[in-house]
């Protein structure tokens, strides 16, 4: 029973993303190799686009990448979900953000698994599965829900459906706490996860994201 729900969501969180494809300039589909990591990188495109800021310091603080390049891929319409993986698949193999962009807005045709193979990291393999990990920690700090697969549930075992627990290995103040900002939309699936990164966020706010996953 459980898993024809996730294959629901999971179909549900793809055919979203398809139907975003044309605001971005260079289109919607990611290809990675995993269903699951398409599916929520088409939500981080919901939640990039909505709330900018907060997504840029994301990526410059945990991800390595530039401000000023976050800034301008978004401003040229890139899909947040795409900046993500090309700065976090840099940091996984030592290459700056700008770099494995450029790849990707070349090659994007190929899709990111095909990418990420150029650089190393097979689609399936343990590299990879970092890559699914850290969007977990990711999501915490954001204060979004997130529904696991039966592969990183076991990872962080014991958060439950769309939970916020802290993440292993990720944990820390949520940045953007003060913003409220996972209440206002979520993930596929309905989630009630509180979005409790365990402190006060910069923003003066405690950082509850206790909203029901709607966008």
Request: with cysteine; glycine share 22%; net charge positive.
């Amino acid at each position: 029973m459980r898993k024809l729900l996730v294959s629901g969501l999971l179909a549900l969180g793809l055919a979203a993303g398809s139907a975003h494809a044309q605001d971005f300039s260079l289109g919607w589909n990611p290809r990675s190799g995993d269903v699951w990591m398409d599916v929520w990188l088409g939500d981080m495109n919901r939640y990039g686009s909505r709330y900018r800021d907060p997504f840029i310091d994301e990526m410059v603080r945990y991800h390595g990448a530039p401000r000023d390049l976050v800034d301008d891929l978004l401003r040229r319409r890139w899909a947040p979900g795409d900046i993500y993986f090309a700065c976090a698949l840099a940091k996984l193999v030592g290459r700056p953000c700008r770099y494995v962009a450029d790849i990707w807005e070349r090659d994007h045709g190929q899709g990111w698994g095909a990418v990420a193979k150029r650089l190393g990291i097979k689609p399936g393999s343990a590299e990879f599965h970092r890559l699914k990990r850290g969007m977990v920690p990711t999501y915490d700090r954001w204060g979004r829900p997130i529904e696991l697969d039966a592969q990183l549930e076991r990872d962080f075992p014991g958060r439950g459906k769309g939970g916020q627990k802290k993440a292993q290995g990720g944990g820390g103040k949520p940045d953007h706490a003060g913003k409220g900002h996972g209440g206002h939309s979520g993930g596929p699936g309905k989630s009630q996860g509180n979005g409790n990164g365990g402190g006060k966020g910069n923003g003066g706010g405690k950082g509850n994201g206790g909203g029901k996953g709607k966008d």
